[in-house]
Structures are given as structure tokens and as C-alpha cells.
């Protein structure tokens, strides 16, 4: 029932962008802050960015910020993910949260930055 279906990664040089999209649905979207997390390989999975239900209260890790823009479109149940300037060290598993009163996860997505 529940669905968080990801989509925008893939191999990309430095310095270039990639743009993620989460499409949500089976659960009233709106009602949730919804996140973007990722994990590296030897690397435990991170808080990337997150957004508050309506869209206006946004965080990053200081690792992002000023490169990666988090968004929500609650018209489209979709939350996207903006990132520019990619570095090596950015390649992870990206994945799409939702987060209370449940907690739903989205299966990742391969972002790979390399040159």
C-alpha cells in the first residue's frame, strides 16, 4: 500500500547535477516531514536534508550545504532533492524517508560521482 518510489540517480562527473524525485503514496503526504538520508559503503546512513510539511522549514548537513536543495510539491505527493556541484564524495545509496506518526522508507538509489 505504502509506496516511496525514487527516481534521478545514476553516474555523474564532478561537478556536475543530478536532481532526485520521491514519489509518495498511501499515506497522507502532507502530514509528513519527509527527508532525504544516504549511506557510503564502510559508512553508517545520514541525515542529508529535511523538510517540514508545508515546505517552509528546511536542514541540511553542513556537508551539502549550499550545494543540495531539498523541495516538497504536496500537490504531487513528490519531494525532491536538487544537487549541484557533486563531489566523489557525495556517491552513497540515497533514500527517501517520511517520518511520523510511522516511518516509511524508499528502496535507494544509486548516486555515483566520478571521473
Known amino acids: 500500500q505504502v509506496q516511496l518510489v525514487e527516481s534521478g540517480g545514476g553516474l555523474v562527473q564532478p561537478g556536475e547535477s543530478l536532481t532526485l524525485s520521491c514519489a509518495a503514496s498511501?499515506?497522507?503526504?502532507?502530514?509528513?516531514?519527509m527527508s532525504w538520508y544516504r549511506q557510503a559503503p564502510g559508512k553508517e546512513r545520514e541525515l542529508v536534508a529535511r523538510i517540514g510539511k508545508i515546505g517552509v522549514t528546511t536542514n541540511y548537513a553542513d556537508s551539502v550545504k549550499g550545494r543540495f536543495t531539498i523541495s516538497r510539491d504536496n500537490a504531487k505527493n513528490t519531494v525532491y532533492l536538487q544537487m549541484n556541484s557533486l563531489k566523489p564524495e557525495d556517491t552513497a545509496v540515497y533514500y527517501c524517508n517520511a517520518f511520523f506518526p510511522r516511518v516509511y522508507w524508499g528502496q535507494g538509489t544509486q548516486v555515483t560521482v566520478s571521473s
Open positions: 498511501g499515506f497522507t503526504f502532507s502530514t509528513y516531514v
